[in-house]
């Protein structure tokens, strides 16, 4: 059985830290990283719970790959990416909340 997945990027309030993630299921992930459900985290640790770039695939090996792309690229690549998709870097949770 194929499983869908999805690659995105948080960041922080002042968009001084990205962190670039990967998950089968994007609203609750991003509701994880929101209400800082691993106090411990990486993300709880730097505040990042403000969703500015996500892209879905069909299958969740092809989300993984684009994780490993995007993580081995430049910060400059990343802000290419969000610039593109979200040039006003609203948070996108709003977009995603009710799925």
């Known amino acids: ?58 299958r969740i090996e092809e989300a993984i790959a684009k994780e490993k792309q995007i993580k081995d690229r430049s910060r400059a690549y990343k802000l290419s990416l969000i610039n593109t998709m979200n040039p006003e870097w609203k948070d996108l949770w709003d977009e995603i909340e009710n799925w």
């Open 1 to 58: 059985m194929e499983r869908g997945g999805a690659v995105y990027i948080i960041t922080n309030k002042n968009h001084t830290v990205l962190y670039t993630g990967v998950t089968s299921d994007l609203r609750s992930r991003i509701k994880q990283h929101i209400n800082q459900t691993y106090p411990n985290s990486f993300t709880a640790k730097y505040n990042c719970n403000k969703l500015v770039w996500f892209e879905l695939f069909n």
